[in-house]
């Protein structure tokens, strides 16, 4: 992990799918590197997780950072992926192993939040149980539908 974040900026862990409950991927080091909040996606497969974070941990090798107060279109081609501020009453559950890292220091934590295939977000009227449960947002959704 020091040897990722010394040479790169940043580390990836992947916890994968286990019991019912779906996998998520989080980055360490890109709030103390690049002052950029740790970002965690839940739900998609380790691959796809890798690409998302790669795009936003590279972002200001080319001299841009994302907007988190908008929705990013480039993450997951065509689709619109917005950050929510995770609350950190859920960081021991899904982020434990950064927190050594951090020696106990608080660090902003962002989730990228995508639609079902049916184009519908967790927070939307139409939006099925089954995906609530596999992408449980972490922090304040937007309003629904």
Not at 62 to 73: G, I, Q
Request: aromatic content about 14%.
């Amino acid at each position: 992990m020091i040897a990722n974040i010394n040479e790169y900026g940043w580390h990836c862990v992947n916890a994968i799918e286990d019991d019912g409950h779906p996998p998520w991927t989080f980055t360490i080091g890109l709030y103390e590197t690049r002052n950029h909040p740790e970002p965690i996606i839940i739900g998609r497969s380790r691959a796809t997780s890798h690409y998302m974070l790669d795009k936003i941990a590279t972002a200001p090798d080319e001299d841009r950072r994302y907007d988190l107060t908008c929705p990013a279109l480039d993450l997951l081609p065509g689709i619109a992926c917005y950050f929510i501020e995770a609350h950190a009453q859920h960081y021991h559950d899904y982020v434990g192993f950064a927190r050594p890292y951090y020696r106990g220091k608080h660090f902003p934590l962002y989730q990228i939040v995508w639609p079902s295939n049916d184009g519908h977000y967790h927070w939307d009227k139409a939006a099925r149980n089954s995906f609530k449960e596999w992408q449980p947002v972490l922090g304040r959704a937007p309003k629904a539908d």
